[in-house]
């Protein structure tokens, strides 16, 4: 029984990553540049915005592609284009508004399902500041604020004077950047 079970999934796992008879490719991405995915992805937070799916379409001239999007199993999205020659890349994008879960997208070609692919949408993970550096963080600012303040009422007091006007930029930098 478990020489079966092994051979099931075995070939399960095979025809699920094999090519189809038109999708050469489908994969979510993070971006697409020059119709080319830049990545291929399964997990992204919600700090990537908008979401990408992208698909390779070989020897289907004039055949309807479809990208249908499901967000934990639920139907969210079905966009639909025209393939205008014999490999045509096509992709869509879907801005999930916050929307954690299970994102799929099927690609249906001629109204049939080429391929299938998931991905993992998470909550970003928000980085909290040690103790130390939100005290330094807040002495910093409080020093700048006060630097800030010092130069400029020395400036509107000697406003030719060149020392001022320097150290009021140096200030400047070192608070707000370049």
Request: aromatic share 12%; hydrophobic share 35%; charged share 25%.
């Amino acid at each position: 029984m478990k020489i079966l079970t092994s051979l099931f999934l075995l070939l399960f796992s095979i025809s699920a990553f094999a090519g189809s008879e038109f999708v050469s490719r489908a994969q979510f991405t993070s971006l697409v540049a020059d119709r080319e995915p830049v990545n291929s992805v399964t997990t992204l937070d919600t700090s990537t915005s908008p979401l990408y799916f992208f698909t390779d379409i070989k020897d289907c001239k004039g055949c309807e592609v479809q990208h249908v999007w499901y967000l934990d199993g639920k139907l969210q999205l079905t966009l639909s284009g025209k393939a205008s020659s014999d490999r045509y890349r096509w992709w869509s994008k879907v801005d999930p508004n916050g929307l954690t879960g299970t994102w799929k997208v099927e690609t249906k070609v001629k109204g049939r399902v080429h391929a299938t692919r998931t991905l993992q949408y998470t909550e970003a993970v928000q980085m909290q500041q040690a103790p130390v550096q939100t005290q330094l963080f807040n002495k910093l600012n409080s020093d700048c604020e006060v630097k800030l303040q010092e130069f400029s009422q020395k400036l509107r007091q000697y406003p030719d004077d060149p020392y001022f006007r320097f150290m009021l930029n140096k200030w400047g930098e070192r608070c707000y950047g370049k």
